[in-house]
């Protein structure tokens, strides 16, 4: 059972001759497959950690253009808000 710990969640394991089990096998990979594409929170959760792990490894091996790149967002975010914060007040 070792190539089962392998698969992904959402694989049917191959060698099941049983019909029945191979149905619920099939079933069970393709609801898997239906939440993993259809649960959002944890889509953007895996996104969002991802998207940190990327970030602290480029600010780990290039702190300048971090620092630069955090500016920039502070930056494009400040400007957002003060756009919208004028539209609002006209």
Known sequence: MAAD????????PAGIVDPVQAARA???AALLAIEDKAN????????????TAKARAFART?????AAAAVGVAVVV???VW???????R
């Open 40 to 51: 959002v929170p944890r889509r953007v959760e895996k996104a969002t950690l991802a998207g």
């Open 5 to 12: 710990a392998e698969l992904p969640r959402t694989a049917v």
């Open 78 to 80: 400040g400007g957002v």
């Open 62 to 66: 290039n702190p300048i253009g971090a």
């Open 26 to 28: 099939e079933l069970k």
């Open 83 to 89: 756009a919208i914060a004028r539209a609002i007040a």
